[in-house]
């Protein structure tokens, strides 16, 4: 039955063959008018040009179009598409062709996107890289020029210097190590030690931790009221710590002198809970959302340099909430504050 819409080879051929064959039968019927003479010619004229034409089709178009599969898969050709080629490629339409093309292209079109995104996320990424150990090794070399151009025998100087000096060394440290682990993470090299604990306790622990960065800013570190009662995760407990030493100071680094830092622990059903870490600071533009996992990104790199820090804090968090099959995510609003969040497991029997 013919498509109105796709034709395939035989029916393209069928239908020119029918074209093909009724004028001419027509023609000896007029020359030659004996019904039988006329039928015959129409069905010999008719079973001829369809099979030339269907081998001509077959023969030389699927013939290109087979190659064109071949450079799409660029590949050499395996027995199962082999058969592809001989046996159902010659069953599709030009329009299924077309279409198969089309999603083809589209695919390509997409991979390249992505190439030139990663490719500039790359340049991005070695740029940051490059100046984050600048920074550090440029003031410890500077230290060390001076000490050795005389300032050594100021007792005074020196013991500043060095200082300064061993300050930065740390930084090169901390910095090699958030390199290490971010990369063991992506490769997919972290193993969890999970267990059972309450979450409210771990989070009393980090502000504990972290209470005297808070009160140089004077900021309250508190559990949002409702969220006090216990609730249990199943969880690698020290790497949940990191997430949330990392989340909470940063809200300290960015948040508002006099402010507010807030923890909240929620049930999402009977397999997840939610965590939040909120803050009142100046927030983070919508423009940065989608990139703020992402390793060395800064919102403000001018403020952001001076706050300190290595850069790698939310992507070693991203990671670390992703090697527990959950999900981590954002949302904040200019002078209002930010609120990040993630998902754990609820504790298992």
Request: net charge neutral; charged share 30%; glycine share 6%.
């Given at each position: ?312 804090g939310l992507a070693i968090c991203k990671h670390i909430i992703e090697a527990h099959n959950q999900t981590i995510h954002v949302r904040s609003t200019i002078d209002v504050g930010t609120t990040f969040g993630f998902t754990l497991e609820n504790k298992k029997d």
């Open positions: 039955m013919f498509s109105g819409k796709n034709f395939s080879p035989q029916q393209l051929s069928a239908l020119t063959a029918i074209a093909l064959a009724i004028p001419i039968a027509l023609g000896i019927y007029f020359f030659y008018p004996v019904w039988w003479v006329a039928l015959t010619s129409l069905a010999v004229i008719f079973l001829s040009s369809y099979g030339l034409i269907l081998f001509m089709v077959q023969k030389f178009v699927y013939r290109k179009i087979k190659l064109i599969y071949k450079l799409i898969y660029q590949t050499k050709a395996s027995k199962r598409e082999e058969f592809y080629y001989k046996s159902i490629l010659p069953q599709k339409s030009i329009d299924d062709v077309r279409e198969d093309v089309e999603e083809w292209a589209i695919q390509r079109k997409e991979e390249i996107e992505l190439l030139k995104k990663n490719e500039a996320y790359r340049k991005e990424f070695l740029q940051n890289l490059s100046h984050e150990f600048k920074t550090p090794i440029f003031a410890i070399q500077g230290y060390v020029d001076i000490l050795l151009n005389g300032a050594l025998d100021n007792a005074e100087v020196n013991k500043k210097f060095l200082t300064n000096a061993s300050r930065n060394v740390d930084r090169l440290v901390n910095l090699v190590d958030d390199l290490d682990e971010i990369s063991k993470l992506e490769m997919g090299q972290l193993k969890l030690s999970k267990s059972n604990f309450v979450i409210q306790d771990l989070i009393k622990d980090v502000f504990e931790s972290l209470s005297i960065k808070a009160e140089q800013k004077q900021l309250r570190l508190v559990i949002k009221k409702g969220c006090e009662f216990p609730l249990s995760v199943f969880a690698d407990k020290e790497k949940i710590r990191q997430v949330l030493i990392n989340l909470i100071d940063n809200a300290i680094k960015y948040g508002k002198q006099n402010g507010e830092i807030e923890a909240s622990a929620y049930k999402i059903d009977g397999k997840q809970m939610l965590i939040e870490i909120s803050d009142d600071g100046e927030g983070i533009g919508e423009e940065h959302l989608d990139r703020i996992f992402e390793r060395f990104y800064r919102t403000d790199l001018a403020r952001s340099r001076k706050v300190g820090g290595s850069g790698l």
